[in-house]
């Protein structure tokens, strides 16, 4: 075989070898980027000042003259109906975020939907923000999967979680949970997945608050 008709097998193996690259090199950033997207720890909520005092047990508190309001959350439910946090004021809001893609929040889905059903009685409403789901199918089968009975706003682009006030929440730490007091503030997060008696213990001081 001559040199020029040697020519085109190395060339088309060179090619071959750049496509694998390529294709290794893509799968790696994706396996990258959903281990950031969907994590079950962490502290930060990204910076700023929340007056947020660190818990031992990865649950962060604010003092009840230290916290912010929540910002505007409202819009459409992933089974189509309108909510408004707001119209939760007077009331103890539990808000967890969370995606039908994310493992650690089918760990604590049962356990959000076990303290849900105990404490709403009590003046207690569980909201959940569905984020990075593409569509709601998957975040509707989600729910009857786990027999989750709350609402949850449809939040795919997570353009509700940046409303927070920088430092809150990490857009990168899903699932993520956030207690609201009665006046519509901040009081208790975790941006971890919880366990029921975790649960427990972050909501049992704001429902006692007077």
Same mark, same amino acid.
């Given at each position: 075989?001559?040199?020029?008709?040697?020519?085109? !097998?190395?060339?088309?193996?060179?090619? /071959?070898?750049? *496509? /694998?690259? =390529?294709?290794?090199?893509? &799968?790696?950033?994706?396996?990258?980027?959903?281990?950031?997207?969907?994590?079950?720890? &962490?502290?930060?909520?990204?910076? &700023?000042?929340?007056?947020? $005092?660190?818990?031992?047990?990865?649950?962060?508190? $604010? %003092?009840?003259?230290?916290?912010?309001? $929540?910002?505007?959350?409202?819009?459409?439910?992933?089974?189509?109906? +309108?909510?408004?946090?707001?119209?939760?004021?007077?009331?103890?809001?539990? #808000?967890? $975020?969370?995606?039908?893609?994310?493992?650690?929040?089918?760990?604590?889905?049962?356990? #959000? %939907?076990?303290?849900?059903?105990?404490?709403?009685? +009590?003046?207690?409403?569980?909201?959940?923000?569905?984020?990075?789901?593409?569509?709601? &199918? @998957?975040?509707?089968?989600? %729910?009857?999967?786990?027999?989750?009975?709350?609402?949850?706003?449809?939040? @795919?682009?997570?353009? !509700?979680?940046? *409303?927070?006030?920088?430092?809150?929440?990490?857009? +990168?730490?899903?699932?993520?949970?956030?207690?609201?007091?009665?006046?519509?503030?901040?009081?208790? /997060?975790? #941006? +971890?997945?919880?366990?029921?008696?975790?649960? *427990?213990?972050?909501?049992?001081?704001?429902? =006692?608050?007077?």
């Amino acid at each position: 075989m001559s040199a020029a008709s040697r020519a085109p !097998l190395r060339s088309n193996t060179t090619r /071959r070898t750049r *496509r /694998r690259a =390529a294709l290794l090199t893509a &799968g790696a950033a994706a396996a990258a980027l959903a281990l950031t997207a969907c994590s079950s720890g &962490g502290t930060s909520g990204g910076g &700023g000042d929340t007056n947020f $005092v660190a818990g031992s047990d990865g649950i962060d508190t $604010v %003092e009840k003259g230290d916290r912010t309001a $929540v910002p505007d959350l409202s819009g459409e439910t992933v089974d189509g109906k +309108q909510l408004d946090i707001a119209d939760y004021k007077g009331k103890v809001v539990v #808000l967890n $975020v969370w995606g039908s893609w994310c493992s650690p929040c089918r760990a604590e889905a049962k356990n #959000l %939907e076990t303290v849900y059903e105990d404490t709403k009685d +009590q003046g207690v409403e569980f909201v959940g923000i569905n984020t990075r789901d593409t569509s709601t &199918g @998957p975040a509707l089968a989600f %729910e009857k999967e786990y027999g989750v009975t709350y609402p949850s706003l449809y939040d @795919p682009t997570g353009k !509700l979680m940046l *409303r927070f006030e920088k430092g809150t929440l990490n857009p +990168q730490a899903i699932p993520s949970t956030l207690v609201i007091d009665r006046d519509g503030k901040v009081a208790a /997060r975790t #941006l +971890q997945a919880l366990s029921e008696d975790k649960l *427990r213990d972050m909501l049992a001081p704001v429902l =006692a608050e007077k």
